[in-house]
């Protein structure tokens, strides 16, 4: 399996849609084959020939929102931080993966711009180094704190993206030019576009004539872009949409009226943020859209704010030419908790089906709880949590 940008993809190379190994795929295939609601395809277009059938395995978690104490925690000295270790857990299962999404919710400025927090952040270039290593390759920056620092907040974030290889990012552009051109690559021999965009940027403005530092939501330049990416020859659309209202578990008017737009259009995958909890993973006509993945690293304190999502799955084309249809198989979500403090660590993402009543009592009726949320239809399967052990018999008297 490979990962191709394109010259017109903003990427510094190649280092991140990475190939299945054979144990992987091996593995894949036996899991298919004694879980079979785990293969079940979600409904979409009617199959064509599989004997033109190409795949690839594609995963996103939700926001990297770096306060302070995520800096702290990480610091190595005063001008050096290590993040790896608060996604080690999650590094194997990544690079499995063909493209992996996230969205980078605060700008990587790095310290020379001097770090901040809410309400205008800035952090570590170490941020992006860790999620790089764990194997994200697939990033979003366009989101409600995009333009925090300003315009050199979003050069130097811009900066540090540039040199990455193998990297696709999407939602911030140095120049007009640069916005208008589709940004594609190509998984297995499928075309893909990517494109992403944020609803709000907390009432700060680009300045002007520099509107292209942040991919502002409007329906009609949404229609060019997407039009613009199918002309270039894109099989499969994908749209990061950073929508909705804040701390809500269902999606509201504005979501649903932008997720049918973009149904309209013809995008294929929606992978949607910013809510910093977790909504559902539905389709909408033949478009799958996810509403909201959660937080995935951040210093937030209740605990809806500390569980996220994690969504995994095949984009499978079938067909060629005018005949090729998209769709979707094995639509996996995982949850995932993020505490402040735990056995394993500060700020350390876990998966619910590592999860230990040492970390998170109840772990179980907590996942039952948030995996309600997510799961509304058939759409979507949601991998259990680990086992709780049982409990001791109690002391005879």
């Known amino acids: 399996?490979?990962?191709?940008?394109?010259?017109?993809?903003?990427?510094?190379?190649?280092?991140?849609?990475?190939?299945?190994?054979?144990?992987a795929v091996l593995f894949l295939f036996l899991f298919a084959a004694v879980n079979p609601t785990f293969a079940d395809e979600v409904p979409g277009p009617a199959r064509a020939d599989r004997g033109t059938e190409a795949r690839f395995s594609f995963v996103a978690v939700g926001d990297a929102l770096i306060h302070r104490g995520v800096y702290e925690a990480a610091r190595k000295s005063k001008t050096e931080f290590d993040f790896?270790?608060?996604?080690?857990?999650?590094?194997?299962?990544?690079?499995?993966?063909?493209?992996?999404?996230?969205?980078?919710?605060?700008?990587?400025?790095?310290v020379a711009l001097g770090l901040?927090?809410?309400?205008?952040?800035?952090?570590?270039?170490?941020?992006?180094?860790?999620?790089?290593?764990?194997?994200?390759?697939?990033?979003?920056?366009?989101?409600?704190?995009?333009?925090?620092?300003?315009?050199?907040?979003?050069?130097?974030?811009?900066?540090?993206?540039?040199?990455?290889?193998?990297?696709?990012?999407?939602?911030?552009?140095?120049?007009?030019?640069?916005?208008?051109?589709?940004?594609?690559?190509?998984?297995?021999?499928?075309?893909?576009?990517?494109?992403?965009?944020?609803?709000?940027?907390?009432?700060?403005?680009?300045?002007?004539?520099?509107?292209h530092y942040v991919a502002v939501y409007n329906a009609d330049r949404v229609k060019e872009d997407v039009e613009r990416a199918r002309?270039?020859?894109?099989?499969?659309?994908?749209?990061?949409?950073?929508?909705?209202?804040?701390?809500?578990?269902?999606?509201?008017?504005?979501q649903k009226t932008i997720a049918k737009h973009l149904a309209g259009l013809g995008v294929n995958l929606v992978v949607g943020h910013h809510a910093h909890v977790v909504q559902p993973v539905q389709m909408v006509d033949e478009t799958l859209v996810i509403y909201s993945l959660g937080n995935f690293i951040s210093a937030q304190n209740e605990m809806y704010k500390l569980i996220g999502l994690m969504v995994s799955l095949d984009v499978v084309r079938r067909g060629e030419g005018d005949e090729a249809?998209?769709?979707?198989?094995?639509?996996?979500?995982?949850?995932?908790?993020?505490?402040?403090?735990?056995?394993?660590?500060r700020y350390v993402v876990?998966?619910?089906?590592?999860?230990?009543?040492e970390i998170l009592k109840d772990f179980d009726k907590v996942h039952k709880k948030y995996a309600a949320y997510?799961?509304?239809?058939?759409?979507?399967?949601?991998?259990?949590?680990?086992?709780?052990?049982?409990?001791?018999p109690a002391k005879k008297k």
């Open 1 to 23: 399996m490979s990962f191709a940008p394109h010259s017109s993809a903003r990427s510094g190379g190649g280092r991140g849609l990475r190939a299945v190994c054979a144990i």
């Open 84 to 110: 790896k270790p608060n996604v080690r857990l999650l590094r194997d299962r990544i690079r499995g993966f063909d493209v992996a999404f996230y969205n980078q919710e605060t700008i990587l400025g790095g």
């Open 116 to 211: 901040s927090t809410y309400p205008c952040f800035n952090s570590p270039h170490e941020v992006g180094d860790a999620m790089l290593d764990a194997g994200f390759n697939l990033v979003s920056l366009a989101n409600n704190h995009t333009l925090d620092r300003g315009e050199k907040g979003v050069l130097a974030s811009l900066e540090y993206w540039k040199d990455k290889t193998d990297i696709v990012t999407a939602g911030s552009y140095s120049s007009q030019e640069d916005m208008d051109e589709p940004i594609l690559f190509e998984v297995n021999g499928i075309k893909c576009a990517f494109l992403a965009y944020t609803t709000s940027t907390n009432g700060l403005r680009a300045p002007k004539g520099k509107e």
């Open 231 to 254: 002309d270039a020859g894109a099989e499969a659309v994908i749209v990061s949409m950073h929508w909705g209202a804040e701390y809500v578990f269902t999606p509201g008017d504005q």
């Open 325 to 345: 249809t998209v769709g979707f198989e094995n639509v996996i979500g995982t949850l995932l908790y993020n505490p402040r403090r735990s056995v394993l660590g």
């Open 350 to 357: 876990v998966p619910f089906d590592l999860l230990t009543t």
């Open 374 to 392: 997510v799961k509304v239809d058939d759409t979507i399967e949601i991998r259990p949590p680990a086992k709780v052990p049982p409990k001791a």
